[in-house]
Nanobody, 115 residues
Framework: QVQLVESGGGLVQPGGSLRLSCAASGFTFSTAVMSWYRQVPGKERKLVAL????????NYADDVKGRFTISRDNAKNTVYLQMNSLKPEDTAVYYC????????WGQGTQVTVSS
């Protein structure tokens, strides 16, 4: 059974940092393209960052470039999202997304940036 379990969300002040983790199981993690998406109420889910299966390629949404870093540890079956210089507009539910022969979503973790 495929599972994606996000953690690391929470409340942080503007300018602060958080690191999200997504622990994967039930599939061959090293073959999956992994992504982070985010969603705010009433709006569509949007891509934040993507990393290729071997980790050699990454892609970021324009509004997080230079502030967020996606990485993966294939030995730990985990993908990370390091978020620095957080802004109130980064407030959202963040979802982990895995694509291999099929596609799966995690349950999401709330990130709130507020003073």
């Amino acid at each position: 059974q495929v599972q994606l379990v996000e953690s690391g969300g929470g409340l942080v002040q503007p300018g602060g940092s958080l690191r999200l983790s997504c622990a994967a199981s039930g599939f061959t993690f090293s073959t999956a393209v992994m992504s982070w998406y985010r969603q705010v109420p009433g709006k569509e889910r949007k891509l934040v960052a993507l990393i290729t299966s071997a980790g050699g390629g990454t892609n970021y949404a324009d509004d997080v470039k230079g502030r967020f870093t996606i990485s993966r540890d294939n030995a730990k079956n985990t993908v990370y999202l390091q978020m620095n210089s957080l802004k109130p507009e980064d407030t959202a539910v963040y979802y982990c997304y895995a694509v291999f022969s099929k596609a799966y979503w995690g349950q999401g973790t709330q990130v709130t940036v507020s003073s």
